[in-house]
């Protein structure tokens, strides 16, 4: 049995369940899924930000250890931001680590490391202005519009904004080789109004990787499924923003077997097994437009995932759940993705004055 940690694990449990795989929880969400799909669940409530309260977590880690036969743990999202912590777990727990330690991913949390192994990264001044980010922030939620005389606090740093299409790429490696298993566009929420919270990830045809990311997985040891965020210019360039040096949940638009792939790459075997075809596929994250409380009779379709339990209360701009998209082009998902969020709507309540939840329905 395996241990899942992060702020959202839904998807790799989602995974294990597709391979028979065993695996336990903690997680920030504790939704109705992840409840249904481990052998045991455990919530952890964050700290404000959704950061992570290293004793909480490690004393409830802990009690899992003990109650559970687990073979070794994986680090989902939220641990990047707090490195210290990841090796913290593997010392404490005495659980192998199927991922990354603090050493890999400090250094990759360092926008350095990018142009160290001549990755095109954004550098110098910005025609269009800044952003201000946190190493190893995930969700978009970290990130604000900025000036060029803005001061980075600890753990964040300034980046140009780049004009162009956001995109991000998924990808096994071991160390040594890498394989991509696909690629994504990225569409934040409301970008204009510099609210970049990830909305909907859209897959879309593989293009190639940059060489100088075979460098880096040479270079720093990255192993596992990871993710690679990135903006294509107007020029054609690609510039990468950051590296996920763990499993992303857009994984799970390209492998029904993402837990499994994962586990494998650690142990340096690169196989890209049931790999979607086909369909255009989506993932939109809803999020509360105000207070919301989910009804105790609310049945959620089959199309939706992170089913938050009844009576839970979601405060506003939290993330409430996902609604899951699959059509013949990427116009009829865009279509069928707004008719979707408009039926969530309708089942959580009165839309009179605002509705309760909501996501990204178009590219524009």
Avoid at 14 to 22: F, I, P, Y
Wanted: hydrophobic content about 45%.
């Amino acid at each position: 049995m395996v241990l899942l940690v992060g702020l959202s694990v839904r998807a790799l449990a989602a995974s294990a369940q597709q391979e028979g795989l065993a695996v336990c929880t903690v997680d920030a969400c504790a939704d109705m899924d992840t409840r249904r799909l481990a052998r045991g669940g455990w919530w952890y409530a964050p700290a404000p930000a959704m950061r992570f309260d290293a004793e909480g977590l490690l004393a409830l880690i802990l009690r899992v250890v003990q109650s559970r036969p687990l073979r070794g743990w994986v680090a989902g999202a939220g641990l990047e931001a707090e490195p210290g912590l990841i090796d913290a777990i593997t010392r404490e727990s005495g659980l192998p680590l199927y991922g990354n330690p603090a050493a890999v991913v400090e250094r990759l949390n360092d926008p350095a490391c990018l142009r160290e192994f001549g990755l095109t990264a954004p550098t110098g001044s910005a025609a269009d202005g800044w952003l201000l980010k946190q190493r190893g922030g995930c969700g978009g939620g970290h990130v604000r519009s900025a000036t060029s005389r803005s001061c980075p606090g600890p753990g964040m740093y300034l980046q140009p904004r780049i004009a162009g299409q956001a995109g991000s790429a998924v990808f096994l490696a071991d160390g040594h080789r890498l394989r991509l298993l696909g690629m994504n566009r990225l569409y934040p929420l409301a970008p204009a109004q510099g609210d970049y919270r990830h909305a909907v990830v859209m897959r879309t045809r593989p293009g190639s990787l940059p060489a100088g990311l075979w460098r880096l997985v040479r270079g720093t040891g990255l192993k596992g499924l990871c993710g690679m965020d990135f903006i294509v210019g107007s020029g054609g360039q690609m510039h990468i923003l950051e590296l996920n040096p763990r499993p992303p949940a857009s994984a799970e638009l390209h492998t029904q077997s993402a837990l499994t792939l994962h586990l494998q790459a650690c142990a340096g075997r690169l196989h890209c097994r049931h790999i979607r075809a086909g369909r255009a596929r989506a993932l939109a994250v809803c999020y509360a437009r105000r207070r919301v409380q989910i009804p105790a009779a609310l049945h959620w379709p089959a199309w939706v995932a992170d089913c938050p339990p009844p009576g839970r209360i979601h405060q506003t701009g939290e993330p409430v759940c996902t609604i899951q998209v699959a059509a013949s082009s990427e116009a009829a998902v865009w279509a069928l993705l707004a008719r979707r969020l408009r039926i969530l709507q309708q089942r959580l309540g009165p839309t009179d004055t605002s509705a309760a939840i909501v996501t990204r329905v178009s590219p524009a």
